[in-house]
């Protein structure tokens, strides 16, 4: 009786560790939201890399202007008023222009963060899940 209960106790113990390993597939169901999520996932990371490319030409724009006062600063007559107040103009339009791209930054990089949590979760309820190939062609039909 000892070498069949200890059998059964091993294919027991088998079946539990195959169930672990394995999932479940996933239904029809968690299969819609998993594609809707990534779709989603995938319109917020195209939104935001849009909103870093203007930051980023908004940074060029700031290192060109920049530029222009180093350069300005050796060429400046400072006898000259007029030119003195347009030099002094460009500095308070440089400093006001990194300013406001200064403001914007946190919200950024908020959302980047926020944006990789998101994905985490995606992830934790979707990435290496099995689902049945019929669901996803079903799906995807219009």
């Known amino acids: ?3 069949r209960l200890s ?3 091993l294919l027991m113990f088998a079946a539990t560790t195959a169930a672990a390993a394995d999932p479940p597939l996933m239904t ?4 819609a939201a998993c594609l809707a999520g990534d779709r989603a ?3 917020k990371s195209d939104e935001l890399a849009t909103r870093k490319q203007a930051l980023n030409t908004e940074l060029e724009a700031l290192k060109t202007l920049e530029a222009r006062i180093e350069s300005g600063r050796t060429a400046l007559d400072d006898t000259d008023a007029a030119a003195v107040a347009a030099y002094n103009a460009m500095i308070d339009d440089h400093e006001a222009r990194a300013a406001a ?9 908020a959302e980047i963060a926020a944006l990789n949590t998101e994905r985490e979760d995606f992830d934790a309820r979707c990435a290496h899940r099995a689902y049945d190939e019929r669901d996803l062609e079903t799906l995807r039909q219009p």
């Open 1 to 3: 009786m000892r070498g």
């Open 7 to 9: 059998l059964f106790c």
């Open 28 to 31: 029809r169901d968690e299969l």
């Open 41 to 43: 996932l995938h319109a």
């Open 101 to 109: 791209f200064n403001a914007k930054l946190p919200a950024v990089n």
